[in-house]
T-cell receptor, first 110, second 114 residues
Framework: QKEVEQNSGPLSVPEGAIASLNCTYS??????FFWYRQYSGKSPELIMF????GDKEDGRFTAQLNKASQYVSLLIRDSQPSDSATYLC??????????FGPGTSLSVIP | DAMVIQNPRYQVTQFGKPVTLSCSQT?????MYWYQQKSSQAPKLLFH???????NEADTPDNFQSRRPNTSFCFLDIRSPGLGDAAMYLC?????????????FGPGTRLLVL
């Protein structure tokens, strides 16, 4: 089992819709969780982090964490074409290592 | 603005010719990382420095070395680049301690091996 898994996509949503990106992790003691956005040919850019169960909202982005299910998600409301990118989930494990998932490619169709 | 800077942004080298990539940060963060990222793959951690302590990932080839002469600078040396080493190389910095250890990435150096 891979330590951090994501649906590879591509995930296509129409402009204005909600995009839902999912991530699961294997280390039950993982401490904190990060979502990065990466445009093609660019470096990852931090969007949000979350470390408590529940929801965390920042503008159009909502991160959701369920430690019992070992699941973290990112919702993007009112998706825009500029949101088209690869979204990387990263998990800080109980042994203090940050593991990146393979990323989900999102395409927002105008 | 505090940031992570990488030079050069693009590097072309010949098969077997040593190459050095550089990274600097103005964040005053004590942890620095080097990642290799190939197309459509997750960033792969090569090594990281916790202050001056060097931590090598078990599967990082011996061909890759690193130096951190001070808090602000970190270098990646590829002693004999092969065609398979062509990739984006990402440097990141973080402030150790606590669960919110966010990594901030530089713009990356894209390495091409001819």
């Amino acid at each position: 089992q891979k330590e951090v898994e994501q649906n590879s996509g591509p995930l296509s949503v129409p402009e204005g819709a909600i995009a839902s990106l999912n991530c699961t992790y294997s280390d039950r003691g993982s401490q904190s969780f990060f979502w990065y956005r990466q445009y093609s040919g660019k470096s990852p850019e931090l969007i949000m982090f979350i470390y408590s169960n529940g929801d965390k909202e920042d503008g159009r982005f909502t991160a959701q964490l369920n430690k019992a299910s070992q699941y973290v998600s990112l919702l993007i409301r009112d998706s825009q074409p500029s949101d088209s990118a690869t979204y990387l989930c990263a998990v800080k494990t109980s042994y203090d290592k940050v593991i990146f998932g393979p990323g989900t490619s999102l395409s927002v169709i105008p | 603005d505090a940031m992570v800077i990488q030079n050069p942004r693009y590097q072309v080298t010949q098969f077997g010719k040593p190459v050095t990539l550089s990274c600097s940060q103005t964040l005053n963060h004590n942890v620095m990382y080097w990642y290799q990222q190939k197309s459509s793959q997750a960033p792969k951690l090569l090594f990281h420095y916790y202050d001056k302590d060097f931590n090598n990932e078990a599967d990082t080839p011996d061909n890759f070395q690193s130096r951190r002469p001070n808090t602000s600078f970190c270098f990646l040396d590829i002693r004999s680049p092969g065609l398979g080493d062509a990739a984006m190389y990402l440097c990141a910095a973080s402030l150790a301690g606590g669960p919110l250890e966010t990594q901030y990435f530089g713009p990356g150096t894209r390495l091409l091996v001819l």
